[in-house]
């Protein structure tokens, strides 16, 4: 069965930084794309951010882009989530979520989330 | 940006009953639509891909259907466990993936 397991949230101040991690054991990582979605308080759902299966290629939001990077090390079944000059509107819960290929399409598996605070 | 957008925002349903869910894109999406149910505190969890065919481990009282701008998820005969919330997603026209603000299915 799929696992994904996201840690690194927490509360931080207005411009600050985290980095988020989603570890992935499981399954062939490096097989699948990877997505980060988030959800503020009370809210839908909005997509944040991508990366293709071998990392190559990356996608952002428009709120996130120049702030935000996504990356992973497919060694050690890992995707991350570095996330700069934190505003906040940021504050949200982040989900990690695979895709069902290489190329990120839908999400077949989430992992429980890591909620991340900015205060302002 | 592809707008998605669900309705009813609330939809009250007996237990047993059949509860029809809309999601319409501001333009054709084909048939890259996902359906995700969540519930209070936890993750998405994925129910239909490809507008109709249902994710592994789905009941087979969820049906997904539509194409183009307009698509359809219906659970029929609903019971206790499928009251949550659910979420449409393209994922035709992207970035970004663009996903719906939501319908709330509670118990009537």
């Known amino acids: 069965e799929v696992q994904l397991l996201e840690s690194g949230g927490g509360l931080v101040q207005r411009g600050g930084s985290l980095r988020l991690s989603c570890a992935a054991p499981?399954?062939?990582?490096?097989?699948?794309?990877m997505t980060w979605v988030r959800q503020a308080p009370g809210k839908g759902l909005e997509w944040v951010s991508s990366?293709?299966?071998?990392?190559?290629?990356?996608y952002y939001a428009d709120s996130v882009k120049g702030r935000f990077t996504i990356s992973r090390d497919n060694s050690k079944n890992t995707l991350f989530l570095q996330m700069n000059s934190l505003r906040a509107e940021d504050t949200a819960v982040y989900y990690c979520?695979?895709?069902?290929?290489?190329?990120?399409?839908?999400?077949?598996?989430w992992g429980q989330g890591t909620l991340v605070s900015v205060s302002s | 940006d592809i707008v998605m957008t669900q309705s009813p925002a609330t939809l009250s349903v007996s237990p047993g009953e059949r509860a029809t869910l809309a999601c319409r894109a501001s333009q054709s999406v084909s048939s890259n639509l996902a359906w995700y149910q969540q519930k209070p505190g936890q993750a998405p969890r994925l129910l239909i891909f490809?507008?109709?065919t249902r994710a592994t481990g789905i009941s087979a009282r969820f049906s997904g259907s539509g194409s183009g701008t307009e698509f359809t998820l219906t659970i029929s005969s609903l019971q206790s466990e499928d009251f949550a919330f659910y979420y449409c997603q393209q994922y035709y026209k992207w970035p970004p993936m663009t996903f719906g603000q939501g319908t709330k299915v509670e118990i009537k």
């Open positions: 499981g399954f062939i990582f490096r097989n699948y794309a």
């Open positions: 990366i293709t299966g071998s990392g190559g290629i990356t």
């Open positions: 490809d507008a109709s």
């Open positions: 979520a695979k895709a069902e290929s290489r190329r990120p399409n839908w999400f077949d598996s």
